[in-house]
């Protein structure tokens, strides 16, 4: 090979990139409104109310927000002992996908990336509270994932409603 061969090659970069740039605590919030009466209760049997959501957003070519969105509730007796809230996000670099993978990697991977940081966070937070830490069982977002594209497929293949 001449050295006019070597410079009119250009270095090959992998096609399919998947980075994750920077995670971080986009918003938090813990609120005990029962307290301090909620601690008298002789039996802790909480009943708790788990919410999760996902958003993401392009912050520039290839470049995306994605939040992970936790909400859990807990009640004793009817009694709201707290309430916390985050939203757990990352910046992530995610260049030569198609817009299936894409949308794949946004929906689960990204949301098993967050996912360990957010639990932390929530545990924390209730021991910090003065609670017992609430432990956030692990979630299968693949899924979830899945789930979500049946429901939004059956909904697009939904006939309209006729007209009269």
């Not at 270095?11 to 605590?25: D, G, M, R, S």
């Not at 670099?93 to 957010?118: V, W």
């Not at 545990?123 to 979830?144: E, H, I, M, Q």
Request: glycine share 4%; with cysteine; net charge negative.
């Amino acid at each position: 090979m001449t050295d006019q061969d070597k410079t009119d090659q250009k270095p090959q970069t992998p096609q399919n990139q998947f980075a994750i740039q920077k995670l971080y605590i986009k918003d938090i919030s813990f609120e005990s409104p029962s307290t301090p009466n909620i601690f008298s209760f002789t039996s802790w049997q909480p009943k708790i109310e788990l919410n999760l959501n996902s958003t993401n957003k392009v912050i520039s070519e290839g470049v995306y927000e994605v939040i992970l969105s936790v909400t859990a509730t807990v009640t004793q007796e009817d009694k709201t002992a707290f309430l916390v809230e985050i939203q757990q996000a990352g910046v992530f670099q995610i260049s030569g996908f198609n817009e299936q993978d894409t949308k794949y990697i946004l929906g689960s991977q990204c949301m098993n990336i967050l996912f360990p940081y957010a639990r932390e966070v929530v545990s924390d937070l209730t021991s910090r509270g003065g609670f017992p830490p609430l432990l956030l069982s692990p979630v299968n977002f693949d899924a979830v994932y899945a789930q979500a594209v049946q429901q939004q497929q059956a909904a697009k293949d939904k006939p309209a409603p006729a007209k009269h």
